[in-house]
C-alpha cells in the first residue's frame, strides 16, 4: 500500500508500507532506503460532500 508520512514539519515521503509502529509512526520503503515517520491524513477528494 502507498502511503506518505512527514519527516520534520516541511518533508514529506511517499513509498510502500512496511509497517506501523506502537507510537503509531509509519514505516516506508523507497527503493532500498526506509523512512519512519508520521503518516499524513487521506484528502477528501474535490467535489465530494
Known amino acids: 500500500m502507498l502511503r506518505t508520512i512527514s519527516i520534520g514539519s516541511c518533508i514529506s515521503v511517499q513509498g510502500l508500507m512496511v509497517s506501523q509502529n506502537a507510537d ?4 516506508i520503503r ?20
Do not use: M, N, Q
Open 24 to 27: 503509531g509512526t509509519v514505516v
Open 30 to 49: 523507497v527503493d532500498d532506503r526506509t523512512y519512519t515517520g508520521r503518516p499524513v491524513p487521506p484528502s477528501h477528494a474535490i467535489g465530494s460532500a
